[in-house]
Structures are given as C-alpha cells and as structure tokens.
C-alpha cells in the first residue's frame, strides 16, 4: 500500500485553532494583519511563561529530519521563504513554528520605504498572493542591529538586494555592500535578482549581466572568507517566469562559478490557471497556490542541468506534505514557504516536517538525501512488512 501523503497528519489543534483566527485576520488589511501578528506574537514573547508553551505547542514535538547542504546540518529542510521577517526581528517567535531555517530580507544597503500601500492582496478562493511591496526595509545598518539585539535561534539565511534607485550597472555595488555588512551574521547569504517590484532587477538574470555580478559577488566572498575565517555560502534566487533557455544558461554559469545553490523560485507576473479571477489584474508578483507547478517546472528544469552539482532550494505554492514532496522528488535538497502560512496557519511547518518524515520512512531508510534518491530513480517502495503488525 502506498503512503498518502494528502493523509493528514497530527496538527488538528492547530488548524481548529487557526479555523478561528483567520477570519478575523482576513478582516483587516493584509499587510497591517501579517504586522499585527508578528507584533503580538513577539509581545507575547516578553509575557512569562508564553514563550515556553508556545515553543512546546508548535516546536517541541517537531520531528526532526536532518539534511546536509551547502556544508550546513538543517535540522528539517522546511525554511521560512525571505519576505515574512525582512528586518531581522521576529527571529525565536517564527523559529519556534519549527522551521529549519529562517531566511531573512530582503536587505538592500541603505533603508527604503518600498512601494506605496495597498501593496499586498489576499486571494483567499486561490490560496494566493500578490504582493508589491518593493524591498521596505530598513537598511544593512539597522538590520544588524536587530540581530543583534536578538539570540540566534538555529541557521539563519539572510537575502539581500539593491537599493530601487541604484542604476542596473552599479547594481553589484549593492550587493557586494550588504554581503559584507551581513556576512558574520549568516549561515548563507541568497542573492535575489528575481524580485518583479523593483524595475529593471531581473535584467540581472541576463547572460552578461549574471556573468559579472556572479564572479564579482565570488571574489568578494573569497576576501571575506580569508579575512573572516568563515566561508558562508551564496544562492542565488531566481524567478518562475525563466524559459527553458534562460535557465540552461543559469545553471552553466552557477555551475562554472561554483554558487554555493539556486533558490527557485521568486513570485511570478504570469497568472497561472487563474487568468479570468478579477484580481488577477493587480499588479505585482503572484505566490501561493497558482504558483506551485510554474516552480516546480524550474526546479524540474534545473536539476536536470544541475545533477545534484548544486544545490536547489524548492518554493513555490508548498501548501502541505505532498507539495513539499513534489519539489524534492523534483530536485530540491531543501523546501521554504510564505503563503502557505498565511492561509494554513502556524500548524504548517508541524504538518508538513510529519509528512515528510512518512514519505522517509515508506522507504524504509532512515535519512531524507536516501529516500529522494530512490524517488527520484524511481526504485518502488519495498513491500510492507505485515509480520509485524499483524
Ligand atoms: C508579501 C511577500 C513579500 C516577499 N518579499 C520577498 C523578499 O523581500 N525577497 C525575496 O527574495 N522574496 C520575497 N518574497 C517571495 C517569497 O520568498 C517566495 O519566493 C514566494 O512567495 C513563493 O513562495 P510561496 O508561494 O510559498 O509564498 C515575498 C513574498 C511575499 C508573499
């Protein structure tokens, strides 16, 4: 018999719990409610005893599932996706939903304001997004000093990007600014060229352009691993919205520059399967359900050039077990996710690290890195073992 992996899995009080709240959130404006709660939650966390009942409701019966990349040991290869905490503030409360890693950011040099609000919309039928929110942040200075201020709850990627009114030909300036600004604080650093609301960012994803930020941002790491006596990994993170070309092109050069991953991916302007919906006409960059195959076609696509080279880091659309699996048998080595949060609620990490662990065990090997070589080659799952449970 076949595991189910859409079987669900041990979260009830959770999702009964969120069953509740999430109409109330829903109520509000998406950007003042995604604020609000990480606002409370983070007070809750100065109330004694609140931050030890959340840990053991959401983090403590968390089943691990290490994975090795980049040199790294995650603990899960569940991430949180850059975008939910892009100031470094919230860093024990979102650990504490049993994440294997946060990624924080974007950070871009110098502080900005991003995009004017209404800047992010809920499509609640689709279970999607779409956000312009345009890199609000506070700057590299002021991100350090909120880590800083904070402990650091496990491995933290940090994701960094230009300023908007930096021209497209000093872009490398920026990046190689917040690259050294963060490096001592990063398990690894991801480079986002993909975000589609900032204008002329993606152009980075062209052959030239890539070519000389790659080896720029390789050299720098090179100085900084010598000065530090650290080498931190540098991914790169990519849009969905790549033709099959464009991607070959991609791997060759993270291939010959030696990147340390690929992140795929970043929202998408497309708007797969959902054309007709009213709000498909927003502007900004769609995540969420209606992404999830456009990102599992990149993954797919570059891990076939990739061949296990180079990591992948899987995101797109992961709303449970079976989508997280999806990307992994795809090729991923690791998973993150944003939008699955928001409409599955903090329960998610939980409900999907127990998934994945089934998927493991229906192998019958003990490590994630096996049981996605035998699914990927397709070897067919052994036979249960009916002596022991009859
Ligand atoms: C509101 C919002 C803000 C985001 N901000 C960033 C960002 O600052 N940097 C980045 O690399 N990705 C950002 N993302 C993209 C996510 O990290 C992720 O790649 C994308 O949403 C797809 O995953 P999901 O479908 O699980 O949300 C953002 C996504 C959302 C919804």
């Known amino acids: ?36 709660s990480l606002g409370l939650l983070r007070q809750a966390y100065h109330l004694p005893g609140i931050a030890a009942a959340l840990r053991r409701r959401f983090a403590d019966r968390i089943l691990s599932l290490p994975v090795e990349v980049m040199g790294l040991r ?44 209404k800047r992010l919309f809920r499509l609640p039928a689709q279970e999607a997004l779409i956000n312009r929110m345009g890199f609000n942040n506070v700057g590299v200075t002021g991100f350090v000093k909120n880590l800083r201020a904070q402990n650091k709850p496990g491995l933290l990627g940090i994701n960094i990007g230009k300023n908007r009114d930096t021209p497209i030909d000093k872009a490398a300036d920026d990046y190689i600014a917040a690259l050294r600004s963060i490096y001592p604080y990063a398990d690894y650093v991801a480079v986002n060229v993909s975000s589609p609301n900032t204008p ?66 970043n929202t998408t302007l497309s708007r797969p399967g959902i054309e007709t919906v009213p709000q498909a006409a927003i502007a900004g960059g769609l995540s969420g359900r209606p992404l999830k195959d456009l990102s599992t076609r990149v993954v797919r696509q570059l891990y076939a050039k990739l061949r296990g080279q180079i990591p992948i880091i899987g995101v797109g659309g992961i709303g449970n077990a079976a ?30 690290v127990a998934g994945l662990k089934e998927h493991v065990n229906a192998y019958d090997v003990t490590d994630l890195s096996q049981a996605l070589a035998n699914a990927r080659t397709n070897v067919p799952l052994p036979e249960p073992d009916t002596t022991e449970s009859a």
């Open 74 to 117: 995650f603990p899960n290869p569940v991430g949180l996706a850059a975008g939910l905490d892009k100031n470094a503030r919230y860093l024990q409360p979102l650990a504490d939903l049993g994440f294997g890693w946060l990624e924080l950011g974007t950070v871009t040099p110098r502080p900005q304001a991003g995009n004017p609000k």
């Open 323 to 352: 989508d997280a699996w999806e990307k992994l048998t795809a090729g991923a080595d690791l998973v993150q996710l944003y939008t699955g949060l928001i409409y599955s609620g903090p329960g998610i990490v939980k409900s999907i």
């Open 1 to 36: 018999m076949r595991y189910d992996a859409r079987r669900s899995v041990p979260v009830r009080g959770h999702k009964q719990l969120y069953k509740f709240i999430r109409p109330v959130l829903f109520q509000l404006d998406p950007e003042l409610s995604h604020n609000w």
């Open 200 to 265: 002329g960012l993606r152009e980075l994803q062209e052959t030239n352009k890539l070519q000389d930020l790659l080896s720029a941002l390789k050299a720098e790491q090179a100085r900084l691993h010598k000065k530090a006596g650290k080498y931190v990994p540098i991914a790169l993170k990519i849009a969905p919205d790549l033709d099959d070309t464009e991607i070959a092109m991609i791997a060759r050069l993270v291939l010959q520059h030696r990147f340390d991953a690929v992140i795929a991916t």
